[in-house]
């Protein structure tokens, strides 16, 4: 257990420094910088120290260690996260586990592949390609992120009404305990005996333990896919043709809707051909057999024309689906061109409420003078508006959280949460008292001590504590910031450009 | 149609008061599975009702309560349904108790689980406390996992009052195709048709005889019964043959001896046992009937990667689940108490530990 004289820093490094190589023991700022933050740069913290240990016996020693001394312990894949879930504890080690980035092994047989938690999410499907195999889930940064983190954060993507989340789609974790201890949830088949903690850990941001390893199922390549894309000239249309695909019996691959700043933003981008006019485009991919892809398409494109679209369009070819999912796939950088920083919101609302939170959150632009532009996963209901600002300008920044602020409020009043796929990290976990009532925030803490008693695995996030609840609740918006540098000390507003 | 989750909580706090355990019932179809209950009954079952329907949404809220035919019955009025397709057990299964033993049909290893169809639970705890988590979105990441935290957990963690899930289309064809081959073969076999980009949603060998379901649009189910021959089903036969295997009505399932539920490594063999099971899950369930040692059981539970549970018959005061390591038991144990913490609910359901 835990004792109460802490060792320092050096302390600290030369006991890491006995069993992981000195230079992958990091403690001078300089090195420490690039870990300050994820892919949420507004938030920062530097670290105490970085450890990148290279087996899992070394993982195990390090949190054996941390363990001891009660030194909190932040998890790290690849830093793409957009809640500041990865961000550093001042007093804290960051576990990087940037070194295992093995593919152990791909049973074709099974169709699963059995994976380090730093591989990137792609070289899954990449690995798989050649047994025409691909692993489902793909967010917007699967580039770069790690499986790792997206079993931390239950990551999403364009497939997810079809092809499910990150815990549809994982079978098996190894996991150290907080006190370095090795277990594995869930197995090789599809279900397991008692409590389901397989589930507990997706999505539990790597606050009840350290995954070493990750068994994933495996889906065969569709024999086909494409896309139509359809201009609306208002949103309630767009909003009521997706119902329409839905009632028909269709669940689309992706179902993807942006609106006219997104539109705008990523024709110029990307040159995909988007109907710059349109208030709202659609992009509907159907995917499976040709047969079937044939059948649906023709559905598809009909739904669209009776639903009052201006234009409809099809792709043709591999390149012409690619170029017109170009622009959905970079409209964050491209809204990022038409602004000097966005911030990226979350929540996912009942399909059916879409033209009143747009309307809602028009208002709200207009009353924080702030432009937002909206990109939606349309088939889940998982809404990311892009709130532009300018960093540079005095308190702005401020001003772009509080409305980011009330449109997850909006999201809950509607029946709907507070983060879809980025999960609560720090910024979102003010809002965690909107959705959840105190009893039920002293539940996840109660879950939360089962694994992990002191509290050292990422502290301060994902769920608050109650007192720091019955603080957010009783804290005016105005104050908010204020408040949130209890967090983070020594917060640093950076360039706030996210990215997803 | 009621709401009597005001009830339920009340009776929740005069068993804590009077420190008395609990046995959840809903429409006790299930009661067969577990470790033998023990303590004052809990009825449920009155505490039903489709609370939300949303067709296009694809979202369905009901209470625990509600029989699974009821909410079959109305999905399909919307050309819907449970996709995880889960036993109704002559009508009495309810759906909390479904969500509760985790039970899911033949499609579960390409249209999921009930557990992974679960959007949100409203649950009221042993303190009393009804709680709310997850929600009646396809996309939610805030907090821990409590709605599919109880899928399995047999009622020991609080007394599920209302459900959220996701429901998907009926497809619009599915025909049934037949081969008569070995256990072994078969096993090969549904691998290797699970690996093609095809509409399969079933696959499931019996007594020397392997039954593939595919589903999905017409155009696409027609041109892989083409292609992959085999015998077809007429309409009638297919439909009862699933039904039955998805019940658990088929003569194998009619039997007094322990029925054993291995959950595995879909390529695994079981040598000892594989030509007298009924292999599902395109081979990633396996049942097997006999008086066996649990002990033995587990060691090719664990050689196939994975676990067996003694599903129903056997001994049911002994331990029915795969032995958990000491580990998982510790932190299992302490889940539990963080819901519930004078172990009122369905004590020793699961595990004698729990």
Known sequence: MSTTSKPSQDELCQLFRGFIAAQNVISDAETLKPYECDGLSMYCEMPLIVVLPETVAQVQEVLRICHRYAVPVVARGAGTGLCAGAMPNAEGVVLSLAKFKNVIEINPQTRTARLQPGVRNLAISEAAAEYGLYYGPDPSSQIACTIGGNVAENSGGVHCLKYGLTVHNVLSVEMLTVEGEKVTLGSEGLDSCGLDLLALINGSEGLLGVITEIQV???????????????????????????????????????????????????????????????????????????????????????????????????????????????????????????????????????????????EMQRLSEHYQLRVANVFHAGDGNLHPLILFDANIPGEFAKTEEFGGKILELCVAVGGCITGEHGVGIEKIRQMSVQFTELELLQFNAIKDAFDPVGTLNPGKGVPTLRRCQEYRSIEPKNKDMENSNNTNSNKHKEGVAHG | MADLSAD?????LAARDAKQTLN????????????????????????????????????????????????????????????????????????????????????????GSVRDHVLGVRLINGLGEHLKFGGQVMKNVAGYDVSRLQAGAMGSLGVITEISLKVLPKPAASRTLAWDMGAQEAITFMNQLASRPKPLSAACWLQGRLYVRLSGALSAVE????????????????????????????????????????????AASIPALDEYSLIDWGGAQRWFRGEQDKLHMESLAAAAGGQVSLYSGGDRRSEVMHTTPAVLQAIQKRIKTSFDPDGIFNPGRLYHWM
């Open chain 1, 217 to 359: 199922k495996l889906l065969p390549i569709p024999e086909k896919a494409r896309v139509v894309m359809a201009g609306f000239d208002n949103v309630q249309q767009a909003g009521d043709s997706v119902g329409g695909i839905i009632a028909s019996g269709i669940i689309p691959a992706g179902l993807e809707m942006m609106d006219s700043y997104a539109i705008s933003a990523a024709e110029d981008f990307a040159k995909a051909g988007y109907p710059k006019e349109a208030k709202a485009l659609l992009l509907c991919e159907v995917d499976g057999t040709a047969e079937e892809v044939q059948e649906h398409i023709e559905q598809v494109e009909k739904l669209f024309h009776s639903f009052g679209a201006t234009s409809v369009r099809t792709s043709q070819t591999e390149a012409e689906r690619a170029l017109l999912w170009k622009g959905r796939k970079s409209a964050f950088p491209a809204v990022g061109r038409i602004s000097p920083d966005y911030y990226c919101m979350d929540g996912t609302i009942p399909r059916g409420q879409l033209a009143h939170v747009l309307t």
């Open chain 2, 8 to 12: 339920i909580q009340q009776q929740v």
């Open chain 2, 24 to 111: 959840i019932i809903g429409g006790g179809s299930k009661s067969f599975m577990g470790r033998e209950a023990v303590g004052d009954r809990l009825d449920v079952s009155g505490h039903r009702g489709i609370v939300n329907y949303q067709p296009v949404e694809l979202v369905l809220t009901a209470r625990a309560g509600t029989p699974l035919t009821e909410i079959e019955a109305a999905l399909a009025e919307n050309n819907q349904m449970l996709a995880f397709e889960p036993p109704r057990f002559s009508g009495e299964a309810t759906l909390g108790g479904t969500l509760a033993c985790n039970q899911s049909g033949p499609g579960r290893p390409w249209t």
């Open chain 2, 223 to 266: 041109a892989t019964l083409k292609e992959w021959k085999g015998t077809e089903l007429t309409q009638d036969q297919a439909n009862q043959f699933w039904q039955q295997l998805g019940q658990q009505e088929l003569p194998f399932f009619d039997t007094d001896l322990p029925l054993w539920r291995f959950s595995i490594n879909s």
